[in-house]
T-cell receptor, first 113, second 115 residues
Framework: GNSVTQMEGPVTLSEEAFLTINCTYT??????LFWYVQYPGEGLQLLLK?????DKGSNKGFEATYRKETTSFHLEKGSVQVSDSAVYFC????????????FGTGTRLQVTL | NAGVTQTPKFQVLKTGQSMTLQCAQD?????MSWYRQDPGMGLRLIHY???????DQGEVPNGYNVSRSTTEDFPLRLLSAAPSQTSVYFC??????????????FGPGTRLTVL
């Protein structure tokens, strides 16, 4: 079956530091890959997505590249801000599975001044 | 647009009680789903619906019922609450099932405690 593995958190960074959150997946065929973000007390919001190999998703300074050869979709940001503090979820969905999302366990990011 | 709304925001139940978590969306989305979020486990799919009158089970359906009589509403029923159902519940919707990269829109969540 499908599965997503994320690096354990929490991740604590100083403002303007470089961020990487690792995500690897197991799936047959060609899933679509997502990063969702959950700010404190809120529901999840789509941060970025990629639907085929070598696609790069980007939004709000965050980027992730769909790497089929390494089955990875690592999230990166060059300079984090305090407002980026949140929980980040990597997820995948597979064509034909009615948009059912399979989530990783989430990685909490805390950015300090 | 209000997007995806959920009520209540918080609920405390005693073991054996029943209740319904409400979910509504005003985006005319065909696909709706319920997830539960537990510490260290991410989100797990409970039930989903690909359109009015059509529902199916997800990864963790036991103890929960759903129905979809309208496009807008997708209530989740707990028939006899158990402490293992203590969790945060999220409703989500998307424009259509299947396809490539459909974004799902999430509600703000319901925090349920079963004593």
């Amino acid at each position: 079956g499908n599965s997503v593995t994320q690096m354990e958190g929490p991740v604590t960074l100083s403002e303007e530091a470089f961020l990487t959150i690792n995500c690897t997946y197991t799936a047959t065929g060609y899933p679509s890959l997502f990063w969702y973000v959950q700010y404190p007390g809120e529901g999840l919001q789509l941060l970025l997505k990629a639907t085929k190999a070598d696609d790069k998703g980007s939004n709000k300074g965050f980027e992730a590249t769909y790497r089929k050869e390494t089955t990875s979709f690592h999230l990166e940001k060059g300079s984090v801000q305090v407002s980026d503090s949140a929980v980040y979820f990597c997820a995948l969905t597979h064509t034909g599975t009615a948009s059912k999302l399979t989530f990783g366990t989430g990685t909490r990011l805390q950015v300090t001044l | 647009n209000a997007g995806v709304t959920q009520t209540p925001k918080f609920q405390v139940l005693k073991t054996g009680q029943s209740m319904t978590l409400q979910c509504a969306q005003d985006m005319n989305h065909e696909y709706m789903s319920w997830y539960r979020q537990d510490p260290g486990m991410g989100l797990r799919l409970i039930h989903y619906s690909v359109g009015a009158g059509i529902t199916d089970q997800g990864e963790v359906p036991n103890g929960y019922n759903v129905s979809r009589s309208t496009t807008e509403d997708f209530p989740l029923r707990l028939l006899s609450a158990a402490p293992s159902q203590t969790s945060v519940y999220f409703c989500a919707s998307s424009y259509s099932p299947g396809g490539w990269g459909n974004e799902q829109f999430f509600g703000p969540g319901t925090r349920l405690t079963v004593l």
